[in-house]
């Protein structure tokens, strides 16, 4: 693990020409202000008083900043019928839920399959990575009727519990204790006489941290931009995303509410994945396809 | 990373001690089983009977297949449009992945870091689509419209959004704006993972710039990142179909950038004509399997 750290710090470069630096640093502040641009565009307008939402042509920077989209947003949020601190807890509650759940039986599988080796690994690891060849649309329909036969339909666990056994969480944890956890230190502690269960929560999961704060933030990214219509009906039950979608439907009148909805619900994820850029970049060295 | 292979010895386990090992597994297996196993067989079968939710499926045998690919030719236009979507965005994107993730690479590690937030931040943003709309609309509010008005180069908005020549090209930006995702961490990680002795040995031999570095060692390095970032890129670029229905709306003008994802949509989301729905799904997702499996089959065969 700290081999791959080191890598990425070497100071020394070999054979690099100051030009080709130049050059290469000019390309990527081209393309990055092109992946910023909407960004920045949102936080703009997200600032501007009404006046300037309304100027002729639009502006991209705002002259005057103001906050007042972001205490008209609070106001739209207090006046809707249902109070707005419910759709955030819907959506927190059902980001970490679904987090946990996801990376506690991702991991345990990974075990069961990596290191375990129980008889059928190849199989359910085989069946795993090409589940990563299609997405949920294909398997939109008839997993709305299992969901339906459980009787989920709005609640919370439509959401949540399909978001467990999410292929991609399996795959990274299963790629990278095979890479990272070392077989003889197992042997080592079942010698000791130390059970399965606590190699796997004391040992595995310690060794693994990148791995699962990684998965922490894939999971928690999607389900918080999960705007999760399809299953939940009830107002009571529905998503910060959702609620947001609606504040945009009201139509260019909300453009600067919206915008500053936009930039609230971007905060979070682009926070959590600041914080822990690091353990994701370790965590992605093991994320590798074997032919 | 030198990889330990020392298995376990397999026989002689005690029935307790299997049922120990297998509790590991089974709480994922069932849920994968019951969430994405059985939904793929159920579409397929489905996607053989008229079913309407209401009452009990009836078979129809290939009645669905023989009315998606000859009686509706709005499928038709759907399966061409997913195909030129993804024929372009999926490679320029996977492309684009890795030629940022080397660039952050060869940068300082400040800089790097910024860089890698920047370059991953749209696919962070998740919703922020109607951002898209607010900078192409064609009415006063369009931001581009506004700036090309502004510079004299045009003196009626341009529709972007509903105008079919600018409308591809429009999607294929944006998706592309929103393609470096998982794909491209992998690519800055395993980068940033080669073995630096190779980069040194290679000096030795010869090697005198980066471009030569990137060629003979970090490529080559990088196989299983490769296979990896390719499937991730294969299947969102034929899956596009929700940033369509958010940026262009439902339908797009004159169907213009109706896909298999908005036909599935269409008739399983609104018209509740289930099995044909499933045809759709079917013929969706055999290719997407088939396609990653060619190209997986293709890419394994480089530098062999």
Redesign the interface.
């Known amino acids: 693990m700290a081999a791959v750290r080191r890598v990425g710090k070497r100071h020394k470069k070999l054979n690099r020409s100051a030009a080709g630096t130049f050059f290469l640093i000019a390309i990527t502040t081209f393309f990055g202000i092109f992946m910023i641009m909407p960004m920045v565009y949102s936080v703009s307008t997200a600032l501007k008083p009404l006046d300037e939402l309304w100027t002729f042509p639009p502006q991209f920077f705002v002259q005057n900043p103001t906050l007042k989209n972001f205490s008209d947003l609070i106001r739209l949020m207090s006046s809707s019928t249902v109070p707005f601190a419910r759709y955030i807890f819907n959506t927190v509650f059902i980001s970490v839920v679904g987090t946990a759940g996801n990376v506690l039986i991702s991991s345990m599988c990974a075990y069961g399959i990596s290191k375990l080796k129980v008889r059928g690994s190849n199989v359910m690891f085989q069946m795993v990575v090409l589940a990563l060849m299609f997405n949920g649309t294909v398997t939109a329909i008839p997993g709305f009727l299992v969901i339906r036969a459980f009787g989920w339909i709005n609640s919370y666990a439509a959401v949540i519990v399909p978001a467990f056994a999410a292929p991609l969480g399996l795959y990274l944890m299963k790629q990278f204790m095979e890479q990272m956890v070392p077989d003889t230190l197992l042997e080592a502690a079942r010698i000791d006489g130390a059970s399965e269960y606590t190699i796997f929560f004391k040992i595995v999961m310690m060794i693994v941290k990148p791995a699962w704060l990684t998965l922490i933030i894939f999971t928690f990214q999607s389900l918080w931009s999960l705007s999760s219509s399809v299953y939940i009906y009830d107002e009571q039950l529905k998503t910060f995303s959702y609620a947001l979608s609606q504040i945009l439907a009201g139509g260019i009148a909300r453009a600067g509410a919206g915008a500053a909805a936009a930039v609230v619900t971007l905060l979070v994820p682009m926070i959590v994945f600041i914080i822990s850029q690091s353990n994701v970049v370790e965590t992605m060295a093991t994320s590798g396809m074997k032919d | 990373?030198p990889?330990?292979?020392?298995?376990?010895k397999k026989s002689g386990k005690g029935f307790w001690k299997?049922l120990?090992?297998?509790s590991?597994?089974a709480?994922?297996?069932l849920?994968?089983t019951?969430?994405?196993?059985?939904?793929?067989l159920?579409?397929i079968l489905?996607s053989f009977t008229y079913f309407n939710m209401m009452e009990p499926p009836t078979v129809i045998w290939f009645e669905n297949y023989i009315n998606l690919f000859l009686n509706d030719t709005l499928f038709v236009r759907a399966l061409q449009n997913t195909v030129i979507i993804a024929a372009i965005t999926g490679p320029l994107g996977y492309l684009a992945s890795f030629v940022?993730a080397w660039?952050?690479n060869?940068?300082p590690?400040g800089?790097r870091?910024v860089?890698?937030?920047?370059?991953?931040?749209?696919?962070?943003?998740?919703?922020?689509m109607?951002?898209?709309t607010?900078?192409f609309s064609g009415d006063?509010?369009?931001?581009i419209?506004?700036?090309l008005?502004?510079l004299g180069l045009i003196s009626t908005p341009i529709q972007f959004l509903k105008d079919s020549d600018y409308m591809l090209p429009v999607l294929v930006v944006i998706v592309l704006?929103s393609s470096?995702g998982?794909g491209f961490?992998?690519f800055?990680?395993?980068i940033?993972?080669?073995?630096?002795s190779l980069?040194?040995a290679a000096?030795v031999d010869g090697?005198?710039?980066?471009w030569?570095?990137l060629w003979y060692i970090t490529l080559p390095s990088?196989?299983?990142?490769?296979?990896?970032g390719a499937?991730?890129s294969?299947?969102?670029s034929l899956?596009v179909?929700t940033v369509i229905t958010q940026v262009f709306g439902f339908p797009s003008y004159d169907y213009t950038l109706h896909t298999l994802?908005s036909h599935?949509e269409d008739y399983?989301?609104m018209r509740f004509e289930?099995g044909y729905?499933?045809a759709i799904?079917?013929v969706?997702?055999l290719l997407?399997?088939g396609t990653?499996?060619v190209i997986?089959k293709w890419?394994?065969r480089i530098g062999e």
């Open positions: 990373m990889q330990q292979t020392l298995r376990r299997s120990i090992e297998y590991f597994v709480p994922y297996m849920l994968f019951i969430f994405t196993v059985l939904p793929v159920a579409a489905l940022f660039i952050l060869e940068l590690r800089v870091t860089g890698t937030l920047v370059f991953y931040m749209p696919t962070l943003s998740g919703n922020m109607a951002i898209w607010m900078l006063d509010n369009g931001y419209n506004g700036v008005q502004r704006w470096l998982t961490l992998s800055v990680a395993g940033q993972g080669v073995d630096r980069y040194e000096s090697v005198t710039n980066r030569q570095e990088m196989r299983p990142q490769l296979m990896f499937v991730m294969i299947t969102s899956g179909g994802a599935l399983g989301g289930m729905a499933c799904a079917t969706l997702f997407m399997v990653n499996l997986k890419l394994s």
